[in-house]
């Protein structure tokens, strides 16, 4: 027998089919409270503050823990975040192209101020299983350079670069870690990206990158692995990238393949 149901209106473009309503109607107290939560974001604006928790939970008539789980929802979203002992609205996400192009021309595009923070830079023997991703043999040298994201003073990832030292030999002396390394290696030593491999994936961080970063550990974080070759398909170097999951996004264009 067939069913038939009324459809329900759509919402928000790109948002939850029927607002994340179970079909059988029952909506958790949390949800109900996080939808009520969402419209005071929306007319507070970027850089409003929440009221207290007490007041949200006398206005919502809610537990104070019923309201902790729907402004939990809202900060891992990225709706929100903290500042000092307040709870403030947080500005859109920034957009990364997963594309051959730096950390700091995809901030700049976006009207923000890119920097880099340098944890260490450290040379040591290439293990076996690094050789072939950077291009040389197991224990020839190699960098190893580990930098903090920021955007505009704010801290929102973290930059693990390996390459060999045969390649770029005075990565200590000449490159400023504050700049971009893409740019140092087409303008300084005439060398020029042709392809990568890239791989996505969620992870939680570890307590010593949470602390780098300066987020919580449950903050759910964005991990970029990629592996790039030079316009002659000679491998170059290995990036292992930490995005806040609650900052970014990734955009990609695809293209048709017959």
């Known amino acids: 027998m067939n069913q038939h149901h009324t459809p329900s209106a759509p919402g928000a473009p790109g948002g939850p089919v029927r607002s994340g309503v179970p079909e059988h109607g029952r909506v958790p107290k949390y949800y109900a409270v996080k939808a009520r939560l969402a419209l005071l974001v929306d007319e507070l604006g970027e850089g409003g503050t929440l009221p207290t928790e007490r007041d949200l939970a006398v206005r919502y008539e809610v537990s104070r823990e019923t309201l902790r789980q ?25 957009e990364q192209p997963l594309s051959l192009a730096s950390y700091t021309e995809g901030v700049r595009r976006q009207g923000r101020r890119p920097g880099r923070s340098v944890v260490s830079l450290d040379r040591f023997p290439c293990p076996d299983a690094l050789a072939p991703e950077v291009g040389v043999a197991p224990g020839a040298p190699v960098w190893h350079m580990e930098r903090v994201l920021l955007a505009d003073d704010e801290r929102v990832g973290l930059e693990s670069t390996y390459v060999s030292e045969a390649r770029v030999p005075r990565l200590d002396t000449e490159f400023d870690p504050d700049s971009s390394f893409y740019g140092y290696l087409r303008e300084r030593l005439g060398i020029t990206f042709g392809d990568a491999d890239e791989r996505i994936e969620t992870v939680l961080a570890t307590p010593r990158e949470a602390l780098l970063i300066g987020t919580p550990p449950a903050l759910p974080m964005l991990l970029l692995h990629r592996v790039s070759r030079d316009e002659e398909g000679l491998p170059l170097e290995r990036v292992r990238t930490l995005y806040r999951g609650d900052r970014f996004s990734f955009t990609a264009r695809l293209g048709r393949q017959d």
């Open 70 to 94: 729907a402004l939990r929802e809202l900060l891992l979203e990225g709706r929100l975040r903290r500042q000092g002992r307040g709870t403030v609205v947080a500005g859109p996400k920034l």
